[in-house]
């Protein structure tokens, strides 16, 4: 049994808590949020992640999870500390490091004896030195050990990624320290990779940024499909077979969202630009996909007209399925342009109503996606859960004021859709109108 301080209940803190607790080992997660801690005391979690919440209550009644708000009492009894507090963007798109310096500094006051500290944040490259630093200075007399343990955690799918991941990566100046944290991860028999800090670092910006590129690439053609007639679906196929490229990752719709992708991009393009890069692709990726929240909207303008008055409903907000997160999400931005022409809107999400009511407080919540089309002029799918490819079509056209469906994630066949009725547009789908 390991001894594990996590830093930070966020998304990866608590996932990383309740995962390593499974594994056998004495956990206490550690957040200066007391009203955070006592809900997690008790099984809640603020978050919609399937299956968390039930890992949080068993390693709990098992004592092998705990929380506390107290670094002496987290980190003195710990023989790992995983740093996994917040990173968001700055104004300038960087990496805002505010809560990674604070608890490096809290970590080091409360140092008594050898300590391996994991960057688990994502963080700027060179964050290892930096946390080494702010130690050293805080606390000259430490013993310690700074390894760099980026996250590969998809929301939605958290708990199946930590426990069969596809790689774990670690970095550090002290490969025997390195060493160690690999130890943790040895009952998943995955693949290790150690490296230097700086590269396990890029490791993880760069493997987020490829996978915007390919999303913002797959829209590119999708925009070029839609002009000369060809269906993206059936291109995708077409190049997904080719062993080379594989077909992850090449859905085309409204833009990738959530807490990592967009944030990571930026600070990407950030650090190259200011160490004298310039990081033109980073550029091009993020150009479009933010224009791909115009589509719907231009869409809409064409097939309704101007908007001021009609009534829009949205299916789904959450940036993605199975989870409730709305960070980066294409629906907020849509809502913002659609409001921008004076629509009304309406919407559903199964997961992120409550978010939603603080986030876009104009938008009318509804309890299901009938409600939604229910005089509805157009009907748009924003996120693609699964209880949307079930609805009842039928009855969704009659619900409608106007039988005008935009599909954002393309989870329905544009020749059944116009078969039932429908005045149906995809992305990328070669329907032009």
């Given at each position: 049994m390991k001894r594990i301080c996590v830093i930070g209940m966020g998304y990866v803190g608590m996932t990383t808590a309740a995962c390593f607790s499974d594994l056998g080992n004495r956990v206490v997660g550690l957040d200066i949020d007391v009203e955070k801690l006592e809900k997690l005391s008790k099984g809640l979690i603020p978050i919609y992640e399937p299956g968390l919440e039930e890992l949080i209550k068993r390693n709990r009644q098992a004592g092998r999870l705990t929380f506390t708000d107290n670094y002496d009492e987290g980190v003195g009894s710990a023989d790992f500390v995983f740093v996994a507090v917040d990173s968001p963007s700055g104004p300038e798109g960087e990496a805002d490091m505010t809560a990674v310096r604070s608890a490096a500094a809290s970590v080091?006051?409360?140092?008594?004896?050898?300590?391996?500290?994991?960057?688990?944040?994502?963080?700027?490259?060179?964050?290892?030195?930096?946390?080494?630093?702010?130690?050293?200075?805080?606390?000259?007399?430490?013993?310690?050990?700074?390894?760099?343990?980026?996250?590969?955690?998809?929301?939605?799918?958290?708990?199946?990624?930590?426990?069969?991941?596809?790689?774990?990566?670690?970095?550090?100046?002290?490969?025997?320290?390195?060493?160690?944290?690999?130890?943790?991860?040895?009952?998943?028999?995955?693949?290790?990779?150690?490296?230097?800090?700086?590269?396990?670092?890029?490791?993880?910006?760069?493997?987020?940024?490829?996978?915007?590129?390919?999303?913002?690439?797959?829209?590119?053609?999708?925009?070029?499909?839609?002009?000369?007639?060809?269906?993206?679906?059936?291109?995708?196929?077409?190049?997904?077979?080719?062993?080379?490229?594989?077909?992850?990752?090449?859905?085309?719709?409204?833009?990738?969202?959530?807490?990592?992708?967009?944030?990571?991009?930026?600070?990407?393009?950030?650090m190259a630009a200011v160490h004298g890069c310039h990081p033109q692709l980073l550029r091009a990726v993020m150009d479009i996909n933010q224009d791909q929240r115009k589509v719907v909207v231009q869409r809409l303008r064409e097939v309704l007209?101007?908007?001021?008055?009609?009534?829009?409903?949205?299916?789904?907000?959450?940036?993605?399925?199975?989870?409730?997160?709305?960070?980066?999400?294409?629906?907020?931005?849509?809502?913002?342009?659609?409001?921008?022409?004076?629509?009304?809107?309406?919407a559903y999400d199964p997961a992120a109503a409550e978010v939603a009511a603080k986030l876009v407080p104009k938008v009318m919540l509804c309890p299901d996606p009938y409600s939604v089309a229910m005089g509805s002029d157009a009907l748009v799918i924003v996120t693609e859960w699964n209880e949307f490819k079930q609805l009842d079509k039928i009855r969704i056209k009659q619900l409608l004021r106007q039988p005008v469906l935009i599909d954002g994630r393309n989870i329905y066949e544009p020749t059944e859709m116009r078969n039932l009725g429908f005045e149906y547009f995809g992305i990328g789908r070669g329907n032009t109108r």
């Open positions: 080091a006051h409360a140092l008594e004896s050898y300590k391996i500290i994991i960057n688990k944040s994502t963080v700027p490259i060179g964050t290892g030195d930096l946390v080494t630093g702010i130690v050293e200075r805080e606390n000259p007399q430490a013993e310690f050990s700074v390894v760099s343990n980026p996250e590969f955690l998809r929301e939605g799918s958290a708990i199946q990624d930590f426990m069969h991941p596809d790689r774990v990566v670690l970095g550090s100046v002290d490969r025997s320290a390195a060493e160690r944290v690999a130890e943790l991860y040895a009952p998943l028999n995955s693949n290790v990779i150690i490296t230097d800090l700086r590269s396990a670092e890029m490791i993880k910006y760069a493997s987020n940024a490829f996978l915007a590129t390919r999303i913002s690439f797959i829209n590119e053609i999708a925009s070029v499909c839609e002009k000369l007639g060809a269906d993206i679906k059936e291109v995708v196929r077409g190049m997904g077979t080719d062993r080379r490229i594989g077909s992850y990752f090449l859905d085309a719709g409204v833009g990738y969202g959530g807490s990592c992708f967009p944030k990571d991009v930026k600070a990407l393009a950030h007209g101007p908007l001021e008055g009609k009534i829009i409903g949205l299916l789904g907000l959450s940036f993605k399925p199975d989870t409730d997160d709305m960070r980066g999400a294409a629906s907020v931005e849509i809502i913002h342009l659609l409001q921008h022409e004076g629509a009304r809107l309406r």
